[in-house]
Nanobody, 126 residues
């Protein structure tokens, strides 16, 4: 069974930075597009960022564009989310997701059957 394990969350003041990491046990990780989603209290899970399976293309939600960066290491089977200039509105539980050879734009939709992990909590204080 595929495991996606998120880490790196925490409490940070507005304007601060955090770096999230997702470790995947997926066989053939290098053939999967990866994405980050987040879910704030009382809200539905929403798309944050995606990266293509080779890492050459990225796509971001408008709300994080210019502040967040996504990267991957296919040899380590990890994907990272660098979050800068954090805002209280970024407070949420962050999850990673994968889809086999998907385009980055298609990752805005939650992948069917994704093995959602526990997520990692990000709290931004004002």
């Amino acid at each position: 069974q595929v495991l996606l394990v998120e880490s790196g969350g925490g409490l940070v003041q507005a304007g601060g930075s955090l770096r999230l990491s997702c470790a995947a046990s997926t066989l053939g990780f290098g053939s999967y597009a990866m994405a980050w989603f987040r879910q704030a209290p009382g809200k539905e899970r929403e798309f944050v960022a995606a990266i293509s399976w080779k890492g050459g293309a990225t796509y971001f939600a408008d709300s994080v564009k210019g502040r967040f960066a996504i990267s991957r290491d296919n040899t380590m089977a990890t994907v990272s989310l660098q979050m800068d200039s954090l805002e209280p509105e970024d407070t949420a539980v962050y999850f990673c997701a994968e889809r086999f050879r998907a385009t980055v734009r298609s990752m805005v939709r939650e992948p069917d059957g994704n093995a959602w992990g526990q997520g990692t909590q990000v709290t931004v204080s004002s």
